[in-house]
């Protein structure tokens, strides 16, 4: 099954007569180790019944709309979250556009129109914390008396005895502890975008740079990383800076991947900078020369930091 045959937008787009898929439901933004702990459980149940799996979430999030003080910058694309899902063996992704109308309905409603007039639901994998409906007035305990289906509470997974949460991510990467924001993820923080043209300084200084305007809303803490860059599926070492370019004079806010040992032309191409570990803050330098230098020592530190 392809990607445009496994995506549906809308519950009311659903297949018909209904697979009788098992569910889960979520925003799973960033597709973090208990996101994939839950999906496991879920393609696990689908197989055993001989169902389809699905992932049923919403684009914007319920917080976007309801309450935008309260957003934080989304961990990655729906686009990205969606091909996660997909890998890791779920066979239906539902996106539901969330919107004040949709929010207005009663968690009544949420179970027998969506779960299961659209949805056909066979049994539902959801968080132990989960509400739904109007107000988030319906719980977990609440659905097998709704849906008439079995309804799985799964626990949480935690790492340092803390649960894995896509905010804790979030404040892990933001910042700039991106090796830790790796093991909730269990792979590194991605910034995705189009490599564009820059000044060209870098290139003036003996370190030509490829610079990159994100699509991701999440960028580390401004300071130099190591890092890989994937172009064209082949992943390249690189040493990465995100700042201001202080000892320049300030302006704003740069990707900028130094990569090593390569050379090629990639201007105008989609690449993917995957966030390995941090080197150090972003400082403003005395001299151009002794910027020069440091970078030479960032770029010896990264080559070190992505052996193997």
């Not at 949805?119 to 008396?145: I, M, N, W």
């Not at 190591?226 to 390249?236: D, F, L, S, T, Y």
């Not at 740069?254 to 995957?274: C, K, N, P, Q, T």
Request: charged content about 25%; proline content about 6%; aromatic content about 6%.
């Amino acid at each position: 099954m392809s990607e445009r045959d496994a995506v549906f937008h809308g519950s009311s787009g659903y297949l018909s007569p209904s697979p009788r898929p098992v569910v889960t439901i979520g925003n799973f933004d960033g597709v973090h180790r208990g996101h994939q702990a839950l999906v496991a459980r879920v393609v696990e149940r689908a197989r055993q019944s001989g169902c389809p799996s699905c992932v049923y979430t919403f684009d914007p999030s319920p917080v976007e709309v309801l309450s935008p003080d309260r957003r934080g910058p989304r961990i990655q694309t729906m686009a990205e979250r969606v091909e996660l899902l997909l890998r890791l063996g779920i066979d239906h992704v539902v996106i539901e556009k969330f919107d004040l109308a949709f929010a207005a309905h009663d968690a009544d409603w949420f179970a027998r129109e969506v779960l299961t007039r659209r949805l056909g639901a066979s049994a539902v994998v959801v968080g132990a914390d989960f509400r739904f409906g109007r107000g988030r007035q319906g719980t977990v305990q609440e659905l097998p008396r709704l849906l008439a289906v079995d309804v799985e509470p799964f626990g949480q997974v935690c790492a340092d005895d803390t649960p894995v949460s896509s905010s804790r991510v979030r404040a892990l990467v933001a910042s700039g502890s991106v090796e830790m924001a790796a093991k909730l993820l269990g792979r590194p923080h991605r910034v995705v975008g189009q490599v564009v043209h820059g000044d060209g300084r870098g290139r003036k200084i003996g370190f030509p740079t490829a610079n990159l305007l994100p699509e991701t809303e999440l960028l580390p803490a401004l300071g130099v990383y190591a890092a890989k860059v994937w172009i064209e599926g082949v992943p390249r070492p690189a040493v990465v800076n995100l700042g201001v370019r202080p000892t320049f004079g300030r302006g704003g806010v740069s990707l900028e991947a130094h990569l090593l040992g390569w050379s090629g032309e990639i201007y105008g191409h989609r690449v993917s900078v995957d966030f390995v570990a941090r080197i150090r803050s972003e400082e403003k330098f005395p001299t151009v020369d002794a910027l020069i230098e440091r970078i030479g020592v960032d770029a010896s530190l990264a080559a070190e930091l992505l052996q193997g």
